[in-house]
């Protein structure tokens, strides 16, 4: 089965800096790319997705690239805040027949004032 | 509000005995899916439903069962066969003939006296 790994797990930033996560897969044929954001005591919140069609998206201060040769993906997020500060999961499917999502382990991001 | 609501919010079971958590959806999604969570972990896939009386085992389906009776409902069963239950369980859902974008409710603590 599929298999992702999620990198740092955790990641400790001043308030204003970027912010980098990365995941690898192990399918070639996956082509579905989620990120989402989990506030304590929540359950995730999708907050940005990618096909493999497209090389990357951005939206407002998040972003994310795909790099299919190299089966990884990133988030990345610019201008953090403290409400930023949450734990960040990679997630991916494959479109064939009914896939369902595999999620790495996930990345605590805590960014101080 | 559209949404996805979970309870208890907090479950505490004894040794050899069942218990259930809820899940309930407004959103009008075919599809629902029952996550768990362990600290430092990913979400593992328990079960789901893509349509009413329809279910499938995800990754870690031993000790669980699942009924999908109504299309808002996809109750969990943690049975006395589950010998490690304590985590935290997430619902959730997405719509028609789609594994993306899943929605979440905000979790049962579940936790053995």
């Known amino acids: 089965g599929e298999n992702v790994e999620q990198h740092p797990s955790t990641l400790s930033v001043q308030e204003g800096d970027s912010a980098v996560i990365k995941c690898t897969y192990s399918?070639?044929?996956?082509?579905?790319f989620p990120w989402y954001k989990q506030e304590l005591g929540k359950g995730p919140q999708l907050i940005i997705d990618?096909?493999?069609?497209?090389g990357e998206k951005k939206d407002q201060r998040i972003a994310v690239t795909l790099n299919k040769t190299a089966k990884h993906f990133s988030l990345h997020i610019t201008e953090t805040q403290p409400e930023d500060s949450a734990v960040y999961f990679c997630a991916v499917s494959k479109n064939s027949g009914y896939s369902t999502l595999t999620f790495g382990k996930g990345t605590m991001l805590l960014v101080s004032p | 509000d559209g949404g996805i609501t979970q309870s208890p919010k907090y479950l505490f079971r004894k040794e050899g005995q069942n218990v259930t958590l809820s899940c309930e959806q407004n959103l009008n999604h075919d599809a629902m899916y029952w996550y768990r969570q362990d600290p430092g972990q990913g979400l593992r896939l328990i079960y789901y439903s893509q349509i009413v009386n329809d279910f499938q085992k995800g990754d870690i389906a031993e000790g669980y069962s699942v009924s999908r009776e109504k299309k808002e409902s996809f109750p969990l069963t943690v049975t006395s066969a589950q010998k490690n239950p304590t985590a935290f369980y997430l619902c959730?859902?997405?719509?028609?003939?789609?594994?993306?974008?899943?929605?979440f409710g905000s979790g049962t603590q579940l936790s053995v006296l």
């Open positions: 990618i096909r493999s069609n497209v």
């Open positions: 959730a859902s997405s719509p028609q003939g789609t594994n993306e974008k899943l929605f």
């Open positions: 399918d070639s044929a996956s082509n579905y």
